[in-house]
């Protein structure tokens, strides 16, 4: 029995070198190389179809298959030992499992396949960059033993696209240099003849090696990339969600707060429409009354009417007098000229004037609920600055009054008249607020001024007065303190509000209570103004 490495070099000489399988029906060419005849000539085709003379694919010495194919009888009967041989078949047996087991694995990826091998293509080992070929491993060996090959760059297999990306665009050389200065690959033309001649070059080696060296910091730093990213991502996904919740949460409450709005307003239209009603019945039962009481009347005269006919043609004189007498005395009671009914008075008069009225009310009332969604501005801008002759420190967004500052707080007659401090910023235009914490301080002052008039709420005494100019607005016995009071600023509707925002927990709608919302004049600019007497006052 032949040994196994005997078996494989005699099958290795006994090999197409065009498919690589067991010669069939070998012939020689002029040159001595033997192929399969059908291999010969379907390379033959293949040639002819590329124009020029065919060439031995081993030697690649000019023949012409046509006129020199000569069968080789020696090689055929030793091709056919060869296969008759128990080794070769036990060998074939061998590789029909091995393929019938790669073939059920499933793993059948994507592979570059030779393209020497015509018949079957086997999947190429490497890819020859001066060929621009694939060549599987038979036909690698092949290439590798001619010499005038056996230097050309060989790479991992790839396709056509890939090799085209490995030659300049401009030039079709081979990218084998790297520059520096524009971090591109480039040919060896690029660097003597293009836009890369004065640039920094250096080979594809050294800027592998280059690039090999801060791999592992580029890596680093870019999955350090990546997971800010994915972290950014997350908190994205996780603002889109609470933005979703915070929607349907603000959705909820408006339906809820229009439902209970329009209930409301359907209530109290029945209330109305049923009032309106009970007036109706009232007044239709008074003058139905009156009809009754006219109709009984008029009965009367009818029966008078008929008696005084009849009367008419008595000639008895005392019969005619008597009944004349009882007729004339009996009591009847003027009738008006036009009979009206004192009727009550209407619960509601819509007329036109009501109309215009409850309207114009209404879409006040739109507005103000319009204003009260809209989200209010900030206030942590609002800084203040020490008004000329006033007595103040201000830190920290505090102000503090001075030892020796004894203000009397009152009506004043000059805008000067107490001390105030007023901030940097001015409001022309738009919705301002600004919170202050009262608590530490007992008189206080807060509001805002212009050259020409000063709004403000006051507290003084446990007395809560809301001055516009001279003229008190308003005027409380406020015996709890205030501990936050919120001024807001409406430049649109040139109003004026003060709350108490001292409650800051429980139903928001109790957070604010307003205490007196004032019409101003449109003056502009304006100043926040601040003052007290004793304490401090903290800007929230």
Known sequence: MAEPGAVARLEEDLTCPIC????SNPVSLSCGHSFCKECIQEAHSHQHCRQGPFRCPVCYAQADPTMELQPNIQL?????????APTHQEEEKREVQCEEKGENSGQQDEVILCDFCLQEPQPATKTCLGCEASLCQAHLSKHSMKSPLKYHVLVEPCDAQLLAER?????GKLLECYCKTDSVCICVLCCVTSSHKNHKITTLEEAFGQAQGVFPETLKAVKAHEAALYQSIENLLKQKEEVKTKESLCRNRLESLFEEMCLQLDNKKGEVLKALSHNEEQQLFQIQTQIEKHKEGKDAASH??????????QKDLLLFTKAFAAIQARKRKPVPMKAVVGLPTPPIIVDELTTDTTLRLFRQFLSDMQSLFKAPPVHEHLTSSMYRGGGFAYSNNTIFASSSNTLKFG???TLSAIPHMESDQSFSEGCHFWEVDTSHARCWKLGIVHPNFECYLQMSHDYLRVFLGQTVITEKD???ALKVVRVELDCRRNTLSFYNASVKDGDPAESLRLIERVSIPSNYPVHATFSLSHGSLKLL
């Open 20 to 23: 690589l399988g067991i010669y």
């Open 76 to 84: 055929r009967s030793i091709v056919q030992k060869f296969l008759d």
């Open 167 to 171: 030659r300049c665009p401009q030039h």
């Open 304 to 313: 008078d009417v008929q008696e005084l006919e009849a009367l008419r043609d």
């Open 411 to 413: 009506v004043s007659k």
């Open 478 to 480: 406020f015996c709890t």
